[in-house]
C-alpha cells in the first residue's frame, strides 16, 4: 500500500519561502504520477504541480508557475514555494496515481493515494 506524508508547512509573509516535501513509503516512485495539490477554506481542491513517474513530464498551475518548483529523488518529491503570496494560503497535499491509470495526475478525483496535508500560511 502506498503511503504519502507531507512536511514542511508553516507560516510566512509575502515574499518569503518554504519547500514542501513528500515522502512516499510502500512502492516505488517509478510507477507513480505524484502531484501538489491545495485546498484553501472554503475552495475546492486544486493541482497545483505534478511530476510524472519517469519524471520527464512536469506541469504547473498558472497561478504559480515561476514561483514553484516540483523536484524528485528516490523516495520524496519536493515542493520549492518562492515569492509566496497570501493567495497561496492552504493545506498542501501531495498524491499519486499509478503509471497503469494515467501518463500524468488526474483531477483530484482520479488520484488514488493522498497524504493528510501540511498547512501553509502566508500572511502580511
Known amino acids: 500500500q502506498l503511503q504519502l506524508a507531507e512536511s514542511g508547512g508553516g507560516l510566512v509573509r509575502p515574499g518569503g519561502s518554504l519547500r514542501l516535501s513528500c515522502v512516499v513509503s510502500g512502492a516505488s516512485l517509478d510507477y507513480y504520477n505524484i502531484g501538489w495539490f491545495r485546498q484553501a477554506p472554503g475552495k475546492q481542491r486544486e493541482g497545483v504541480s505534478c511530476i510524472s513517474s519517469s519524471g520527464s513530464t512536469i506541469t504547473y498551475a498558472d497561478s504559480v508557475k515561476g514561483r514553484f518548483t516540483i523536484s524528485r529523488d528516490n523516495y520524496m518529491v519536493n515542493l520549492q514555494m518562492n515569492s509566496l503570496k497570501p493567495e497561496d494560503t492552504a493545506v498542501y497535499y501531495c498524491?499519486?496515481?499509478?503509471?497503469?491509470?494515467?501518463?500524468?495526475?488526474?483531477?483530484?478525483?482520479?488520484?488514488?493515494?493522498w497524504g493528510k496535508g501540511t498547512l501553509v500560511t502566508v500572511y502580511s
Open positions: 498524491a499519486a496515481v499509478h503509471l497503469t491509470v494515467a501518463t500524468t495526475c488526474l483531477p483530484p478525483d482520479g488520484m488514488a493515494y
